[in-house]
């Protein structure tokens, strides 16, 4: 129900037929699907089906005549969607000659990948990195661009250089947009600007990041910009990182050179396809120059679950000095912060005195922590070592980056007898193909989360990625790379046992032979999806739990109704979200048959679109189980089509999916079990993906048709 009048600020129309040629083998209509038509001051609403000489035809029509709808015309709207919703459940039910399952069937193709369309073209790109120690480069870059269209118009006409004085100093050297007629226009001062970084005011005790924001002039589909800017570096922790040379946009040219002493250990690894680097260097007068070139290089398409650039680009990856010596450093001065802990490891003797259990004292200081200790500040890596705080500094003025509560939390484990050690955690899985790459080059830059891992018993627990509200032993780099700073060596971050990461779906529906349906809903959550849900609940005010009670039922369908509360458990591990609904007419009836779809969708990869030409990162395990029980009408007894049993596997050993049903004891039930793992997808196994996740969408994964007889159907 509405109080005030609801808005749509459109009044609109659909028109839609479709026509399907279907194969010889299908030969005649069993039944199709008669739909009510509706028609009223608002809306107005048709379909219809038909099957003729082979042909399957369907029509929609369905129009908003008003922008507004009183609270009396908003009900009736809600009632038209209600039926609607009961004729999108219906279907036509076709006879067939017996052809064998997948006779005829044909592989669909999708032709050639599209080339890709650039926003702007890179004439020239020329960067140099004058190296001085493992600490100290200047970073030279000058960037000629074409803009092709009005998205790189958009985004060249603005260029933003992130940095931290405290490590880094940047200057626009040069600015200059000539437009498609050859008309110059040198940037002025007053269009150059330094910002603050956003997190600044709620992290005074880092020195605060800055944004130099210029506003090219002129900027149109067809100029040309010229950009040249600086970037020193001093004290930072590592100077490393990964230069490529094949990225959205065409490039015509571009140059990477690195300068450095002699003496000075910098060791590089190029990467992706063959071919596209070249590669020259050489040592003179005390200095080491390296230099890598490429030229007409297409742009990339850009897609989504990319595994990280250094990985499939074509690019140069480097690192100065000793990276083992870096992971020393950063070990020691968080040991030295963590031992500057008085106030903080009385704080930790307190909160543990009245533990049972080493877990229990382990839950009180992350706890503590979580719900006292405000996360603010940038990563660790954008500042000086000597900007880590000290365990009591962190504790005093309630807020720190990452890296200051695990220092908070080391010296508060410490101080309860445990032996805490800090990890450097990746978000990238910790598959062979990265892992391998890894363990021949350092890459800093991929990790940059810092989590204490403390021994209980047979299980290492993490802390420092989750809050109060997540099982003890949970951790959101679960399965995900991680350095042990005590001992540099490189592993997998894993969950303690019955805490990973897992969903759990029953629905047991109750059907009469009118098709009136009461479906009980149970969600069970672990690892990640509980501390979600606990949080969610737990924060819910009780009109918003209210409203999210209402849209949970209209999202089973339409026209339910909710058949008692909301419960919800997380007292209890894996936390519980439960409620009923009835709904009328859930089932399509139509003769002697009954039919209609499982009350859930679904899905295990992201395949967001029909190709891939890149690589696909896999790059979180999850398991969730489905399961439907629904109980048979005494007048349709006989199942006729239900989801079979299949195993379904996944290339590249990404997944699988585990398809059991059975009817039994006048109830049909089926058990769906899809598993997704960490892996790397080759862009030629994608189409493999694909069909598995057409399957898993298909109406055979999802349609129960039951069949009765003619006369007690009808009753």
Not at 626 to 646: D, E, K, L, T
Request: negative net charge.
């Amino acid at each position: 129900k509405r109080r005030f009048p609801m808005e749509t600020f459109v009044a609109c129309g659909l028109h839609e037929e479709v026509s399907l040629h279907m194969a010889a083998s299908f030969t005649g209509a069993v039944s199709m699907p008669t739909c009510a038509p509706q028609d009223d001051e608002c809306a107005s609403y048709q379909r219809a089906y038909s099957f003729k000489d082979g042909v399957l035809t369907c029509s929609r029509d369905v129009r908003l005549k008003t922008v507004e709808f009183s609270p009396a015309q908003y009900l009736r709207l809600k009632k038209s969607l209600k039926e609607i919703q009961y004729d999108d459940r219906k279907s036509p039910i076709l006879s067939t000659a017996g052809v064998a399952a997948g006779e005829g069937a044909a592989k669909a193709d999708i032709g050639a990948a599209p080339p890709v369309e650039s926003d702007s073209r890179v004439i020239e790109e020329t960067k140099e990195l004058q190296v001085k120690d493992a600490h100290r480069a200047v970073l030279r870059v000058r960037i000629v661009k074409e803009i092709l269209n009005y998205s790189g118009k958009k985004k060249e006409s603005e260029i933003k250089i992130e940095y931290n004085p405290a490590i880094s100093d940047a200057r626009l050297v040069r600015a200059v947009v000539t437009s498609k007629a050859g008309k110059r226009q040198e940037i002025a001062k007053e269009e150059i600007n330094v910002m603050d970084a956003g997190w600044n005011a709620g992290a005074k005790r880092y020195t605060g990041g800055r944004i130099l924001v210029a506003n090219l002039p002129g900027v149109e589909i067809g100029s040309t910009i010229e950009v040249e800017y600086e970037i020193a570096y001093h004290d930072k922790a590592f100077l490393s990182g990964f230069q490529s040379f094949q990225e959205g946009d065409e490039l015509v040219q571009k140059t990477f050179r690195i300068t450095a002493p002699a003496g000075l250990n910098l060791p590089t690894m190029e990467r992706g396809p063959a071919g596209i680097l070249a590669a020259t260097g050489g040592v003179a007068d005390g200095t080491r120059t390296m230099t890598w070139k490429a030229a007409d290089v297409k742009a990339m398409p850009a897609e989504h679950g990319l595994p990280p650039g250094w990985y499939y680009q074509a690019g140069v990856a480097y690192f100065v000095g000793d990276s083992s010596a870096y992971l020393s450093e950063l070990q020691r001065t968080l040991l030295d912060r963590s031992a500057h802990s008085a106030k903080a490891q009385e704080l930790a003797r307190s909160l543990t005195a009245a533990a049972k259990t080493k877990l229990d004292a382990v839950k009180a200081i992350r706890d503590y922590v979580s719900s006292s200790i405000r996360w603010a500040g940038p990563s660790f890596a954008e500042l000086p070592l000597g900007e880590l705080s000290n365990a009591d500094t962190t504790l005093a003025e309630g807020y720190g980056h990452e890296a200051d509560h695990a220092i908070l939390l080391h010296a508060m484990l410490a101080a309860a007898g445990f032996q805490p050690e800090f990890v450097l955690a990746s978000g990238d899985p910790a598959i062979d193909p990265l892992r391998a790459v890894v363990a021949k080059f350092p890459l800093p830059y991929e990790f940059q989360s810092v989590l204490v891992r403390v021994q209980v018993g047979n299980e290492g627990y993490y802390i420092n990625d989750t809050d109060q509200y997540a099982r003890l032993g949970a951790t959101s780099h679960q399965g995900k790379m991680g350095i042990t700073l005590s001992d540099q060596s490189v592993g997998t971050i894993a969950a303690v046992r019955g805490a990973e990461n897992q969903a759990a779906a029953t629905y047991r529906v109750t059907l009469d032979d009118t098709g009136k349906a009461t479906i009980e809903i149970r969600h069970e959550f672990s690892g990640g999806a509980y501390a979600k849900m606990n949080k969610f609940f737990s924060e819910l005010p009780p009109e918003e739990r209210k409203r999210y009670y209402q849209e949970a039922v209209s999202n089973v369908a339409q026209g339910a109704r909710p058949d008692g509360d909301l419960i919800t458990r997380f007292d209890v591990y894996p936390g519980v979200e439960q409620f009923t609904v009835e709904i009328d007419h859930y089932a399509v009836v139509d003769g002697k048959y009954m039919y209609l779809d499982l009350p859930y969708t679904l899905r295990l990869f992201p395949t967001f679109a029909d190709r891939h030409t890149l690589p696909l990162l896999i790059r979180d395990e999850h398991l969730e189980t489905f399961r439907a029980v629904v109980g048979i009408p005494s007048g349709f007894m006989r199942v006729v089509i239900a989801p079979r049993n299949q195993d379904l596997l996944a290339p590249d050993g990404a997944g699988t999916v585990r398809v059991s049903a059975k009817a039994a004891d006048g109830n049909w039930s089926v058990t769906q079990e899809l598993s997704a793992r960490p892996s790397l997808v080759a862009s030629e196994d994608y189409g493999a993906l694909l069909s598995i996740e057409s399957s898993l969408e298909n109406e055979s994964s999802r349609l129960l048709l039951l069949e009765g007889d003619q006369d007690s159907a009808a009753k």
